[in-house]
Nanobody, 121 residues
Framework: QVQVVESGGGLVQAGGSLRLSCVVS????????MGWFRQAPGKERTFVAG????????NYADDVKGRFSITRENAKNMVYLQMNSLKPEDTAVYYC??????????????WGQGTQVTVSS
């Protein structure tokens, strides 16, 4: 069984930074990529960033491009999301997921419980 656990969320002022971390444990036989998604109150969950198994490919949602950066440490089964220049509209629950390299959340099989990020204006 694969477990995915996020950490690093919190309250930050607009313009500030946060780094989210995600650790994957257990059997990861079918996992290739890792990704971050977010869900704001009353809205659907959307893609934020994804990274391939080797880390050579990454992609970002248009509204975070240039501000967020996704990286990974395979030796530690970790993936990170560095979030800079945060805006109030970045407020959401952020989810880490592992699966296939895609913007489509249906390509991701294992999900964490989420970590809350709140950006105050």
């Amino acid at each position: 069984q694969v477990q995915v656990v996020e950490s690093g969320g919190g309250l930050v002022q607009a313009g500030g930074s946060l780094r989210l971390s995600c650790v994957v444990s257990g059997r990861t036989y079918n996992t290739v990529a890792m990704g971050w998604f977010r869900q704001a109150p009353g809205k659907e969950r959307t893609f934020v960033a994804g990274i391939s198994w080797g880390g050579s490919h990454s992609n970002y949602a248009d509204d975070v491009k240039g501000r967020f950066s996704i990286t990974r440490e395979n030796a530690k089964n970790m993936v990170y999301l560095q979030m800079n220049s945060l805006k109030p509209e970045d407020t959401a629950v952020y989810y880490c997921a592992t699966g296939s390299f895609s913007r489509d959340q249906r390509s991701y099989a294992y999900w964490g419980q989420g970590t809350q990020v709140t950006v105050s204006s």
